[in-house]
């Protein structure tokens, strides 16, 4: 049902190194919201929580 995206390098404003981030995306490729961490590890440790707290969701909606 929804989409938790591969970690990959992001560009974030501000933020100096190379941080990691991830999508969460509906099932048909819309953008819910995106995260973006200092670190490979603490992206990928997020992806999972997020991918566990979506995975049998009925819904989740953005509310802004």
Known sequence: ??????VEPVSVLGVDGYPYGFTLTTEDGKPV???AYL???AAEAAAALVRSAT???VEVRSLG
């Not at 049902?1 to 591969?6: E, I, L, R, T």
Request: charged share 35%; aromatic share 14%; glycine share 6%.
């Open 1 to 6: 049902m929804w989409k938790v995206g591969d």
């Open 33 to 35: 919201a995106s995260f």
């Open 39 to 41: 670190t490979r590890a």
């Open 55 to 57: 995975e049998e969701a």
